[in-house]
C-alpha cells in the first residue's frame, strides 16, 4: 500500500484529483490532494504575499501531519515546485517525486523563469496589472497557452474546471525556489503528456545526448519516465490510466534514459 500526496497545479485546486483519488483509494492505496493556499476551496485566503514559500509550507504540514512514514509526492504542472521544495525540507518522508507534464526546477529558478518566451513572461505579468495587480485572473479556455492541452477532457469536466477554477497568485509563479541546503532529492519520475505534439521520451534522451549539464541527471538511475497519450490533465481526461502510471512509478517502474555517447555520467543532486 502507498499513500501519494497530490498536488494540483495552476487555478485549480485539491478538487481536481477527485476521480484519481477515488480510484487509488479503490485499489487499497491512500491518497490525500492538497488545496494549496488561495486556490480552489480556499481561494479566501489569498493575499498579496501569497508565494511559493506559502505553496511550500502548504505541502510540508501535509507531509508533517500524515499518519504513514512516507508518501509518494506528485506535483502537476506548477505544483512540481512546491512540492520539490517541501521534499527538501522534509527528508526521509518522500520516497518518490512524481514530475506530472512538468519540468523539475533548479535552485534560484521561478515557473516564470522556465518560460522561454520573453513576450509569453511579459504576458502573464500584464494579465496580473490589469487585474489587481497581484494575481492572474482566470483564463479562457479557449487559452491553451495558458492552460495547456485541454485534450480528452470531456465537456462536464470542461465546465468543473470553468467553475472551480480561480485566480492564481502572481507571487507563487515570480518567487524563486531555494533549494539550496535541503535535504537531498528523491528519486523521481517523469510522466509527459504526449498529445497534440507536447514533450516525448524520444525529445528527451535527444536533449541529453547534447552533453548539457543540465539535463545530466536526467540519467541517473533512479529517474524513471512515463508517456501519456493525453493532454495537460490526465486526472480529468484518463484518470484511470494515471492511476495505473502512478502506481507503477512508486514501484520504481518506468523508462530510464542512458547517457548519450559523448554525455558525461548522471549528476547526482
Known amino acids: 500500500m502507498t499513500h ?88 526521509g518522508r518522500v520516497s518518490r517525486l512524481i514530475c506530472l507534464d512538468a519540468p523539475i526546477p533548479e535552485d534560484g529558478e521561478s515557473v516564470l523563469d ?21 494575481r492572474l485572473p482566470v483564463p479562457d479556455l479557449s487559452d491553451t497557452l495558458l492552460w495547456g492541452s485541454l485534450a480528452g477532457v470531456g465537456h462536464d469536466a470542461l465546465k468543473r474546471l470553468e467553475q472551480l477554477a480561480a485566480p492564481q497568485p502572481l507571487a507563487t509563479l515570480t518567487q524563486p525556489a531555494h533549494l539550496t541546503g535541503e535535504g537531498t532529492r528523491p528519486p523521481v519520475t517523469g510522466i509527459l503528456c504526449t498529445r497534440e505534439g507536447r514533450a ?24 524513471t519516465f512515463f508517456e501519456l497519450d493525453t493532454g495537460h490533465y490526465p486526472m480529468l481526461s484518463v484518470p484511470d490510466r494515471l492511476a495505473e502510471v502512478l502506481v507503477g512509478a512508486a514501484n520504481g517502474e518506468g523508462h530510464r534514459i542512458a547517457p548519450g555517447p559523448e554525455t558525461p555520467g548522471p549528476a547526482h543532486t
Not at 50 to 63: K, R, Y
Not at 114 to 134: C, K, L, V
Not at 202 to 221: C, K, N, S, Y
Request: net charge negative; charged share 20%.
Open 114 to 134: 522556465q518560460i522561454p518566451d520573453g513576450e509569453w513572461r511579459a504576458r502573464i505579468q500584464r494579465r496580473a496589472a490589469d487585474h489587481d495587480g497581484w
Open 4 to 91: 501519494f500526496v497530490l498536488v494540483h497545479g495552476g487555478y485549480t485546486g485539491g478538487w481536481i484529483w477527485q476521480d484519481t483519488v477515488r480510484i487509488l483509494r479503490g485499489q487499497g492505496h491512500e491518497a490525500t490532494a492538497v488545496t494549496l493556499t488561495g486556490l480552489g476551496d480556499r481561494r479566501h485566503l489569498a493575499t498579496p504575499t501569497t508565494d511559493l514559500e506559502t505553496h511550500t509550507e502548504d505541502v510540508a504540514q501535509t507531509l508533517d501531519h500524515l499518519d504513514s512514514p512516507e508518501c509518494v509526492l506528485v506535483g502537476h504542472s506548477y505544483g512540481v515546485h512546491p512540492a520539490l521544495c517541501a521534499a527538501r525540507r522534509r527528508p
Open 200 to 223: 516525448s521520451i524520444a525529445a528527451i534522451e535527444e536533449i541529453v545526448a547534447t552533453g548539457h549539464p543540465r539535463f545530466q541527471q536526467l540519467t541517473d538511475p533512479g529517474v
